[in-house]
C-alpha cells in the first residue's frame, strides 16, 4: 500500500483505535514543543500558550516543554519555569505536560525539577549531561540522585549522544528503571541494537519512546510505545495514526504514513533542529520568531526547500 491508496478520511485526523488496551504513562505522540520568540528576543508566551493548545487538539498526548525543539541551552531558568506556568494554563488538564529540566549540573537539574515538580505537572525530561562526558557510574548517580529528590514525579530519561557527547548504555538503563519514579525513556542514539538492548532487559512497564521522527515505525517494531517528535508540529494527526495503526496490526497503513512523512522528517533535520520547523510554522502563520543564537535563521535555500515539502504535503496553503 502506498500513502496514495490511504482514503482522505484516514489522513485527516484520527480516532482511537480498537484494540489498545492501556495507553502509556504519555501516551503515544509526545510533542517537544518550540519555543516561540518575540521581535525583541524575549518568548512570546502568549504565542506559546496558542501553540500549545494547536497541538494537544492536533494529535499531541503529552507537551515537552523546554526540550532540545524549544531551545533549553538558550534560555534561563526563569524563561524556562514561565513558560512551564503558561503551557499549564493554557493545557493543564487537556494534555499531560513534561517539564525539560536536565542540566549538566545535577545540582542545577534538582533545583529545576523540584521548582517544576511544585506547579503539578506530569513529568520531568531528563537530558543526559552534556560536555563533560560522565563515565557510567555518574550518568546513574546523576538521575538517582533527581529522582530521589522529586520521588512522586515521574521521569523520562532522555539520551541523545549525537548532541551530548554521552551515550547512556542500556546497563545503565536497565539500572535506573528499577527506580520507582524512573519510568521511561526518549531514546535519539540511532541505534537500533541498543533500542533492542533496553527493550529485552528493562522492566515491560518501562516505557521507550522514540527521539527521531525517522526511526518511529523500526523502533515501534522492537518495543517503543510512541514518540516524542518534532514532525508533530505539522503532522501530529498522521503520527498518531501511524502509531495506532502498528499497534493494532495494521503494519502496511502504518507504512504508508511513514513513507508519506519521510520527505517532512528529512527535511526538517536537514539542518540543526529547530531551525527548519520554525521556518515551517513561521509559513503556517505561526509567530514563533527565528531561533536564538547561537542558532541562526535558515538560508534563503532552506526556507524554499521546507516551503515545497509543505506544499506538496498539503500542509501549506497556495498564495
Not at 98 to 115: D, F, M, R, V, Y
Not at 188 to 196: E, H, R
Request: aromatic share 6%.
Amino acid at each position: 500500500m502506498t500513502s496514495a491508496d490511504i482514503p482522505t478520511s484516514t489522513l485527516d485526523g484520527f480516532q482511537k483505535a480498537d484494540g489498545l488496551e492501556t495507553e502509556p504513562r504519555f501516551g503515544r505522540v509526545l510533542t517537544a514543543m518550540a519555543t516561540p520568540f518575540l521581535p525583541s528576543g524575549g518568548v512570546n508566551y502568549p504565542e506559546a500558550e496558542k501553540l500549545a493548545n494547536y497541538l494537544t487538539d492536533h494529535g499531541t498526548d503529552t507537551i515537552a516543554v523546554c526540550g532540545t525543539t524549544g531551545e533549553s541551552p538558550a534560555l534561563t531558568w526563569d524563561e524556562e519555569y514561565d513558560l512551564f506556568k503558561a503551557v499549564k494554563s493554557a493545557v493543564g488538564g487537556k494534555a499531560k505536560i513534561l517539564a525539560g529540566t536536565g542540566s549538566n549540573s545535577t545540582q542545577e537539574a534538582i533545583e529545576a525539577t523540584q521548582k517544576a515538580a511544585k506547579l503539578g505537572l506530569d513529568g520531568s525530561l531528563q537530558v543526559v549531561p552534556y560536555y563533560n562526558k560522565p563515565p557510567q557510574a555518574g550518568l546513574a548517580g546523576h538521575f538517582s540522585a533527581i529522582a530521589k529528590a522529586v520521588p512522586d514525579l515521574p521521569i523520562m530519561l532522555y539520551n541523545v549522544p549525537g548532541r551530548t557527547s554521552c551515550n547512556l548504555l542500556p546497563e545503565t538503563v536497565v539500572q535506573l528503571a528499577a527506580i520507582p519514579n524512573i519510568v521511561a525513556i526518549k531514546e535519539a542514539s540511532g541505534n537500533l541494537d541498543q533500542v533492542s538492548e533496553i527493550s529485552r532487559l528493562c522492566p515491560n512497564d518501562f516505557e521507550i519512546y522514540s527521539g527521531d521522527d525517522s526511526l518511529t515505525l523500526p523502533m515501534l517494531s522492537i518495543g517503543a510505545v510512541g514518540v516524542v517528535s518534532v514532525t508533530s508540529h505539522l503532522a501530529g494527526n498522521l503520527l498518531q495514526k501511524m502509531v495506532r495503526a502498528y499497534q493494532t496490526g495494521q503494519v502496511g497503513e502504518a507504512t504508508a504514513l511513514h513513507l508519506r512523512l519521510v520527505p517532512l522528517f528529512k527535511v526538517l533535520f536537514s539542518v540543526t533542529s529547530p531551525i527548519p520547523l520554525k521556518i515551517a510554522l513561521e509559513l503556517q502563520g505561526w509567530k514563533v520568531g527565528n531561533c536564538r543564537p547561537p542558532l541562526c535563521e535558515g538560508s534563503s535555500e532552506l526556507k524554499q526547500r521546507v516551503r515545497t515539502t509543505l506544499l506538496e504535503l498539503g500542509m501549506l496553503t497556495v498564495d
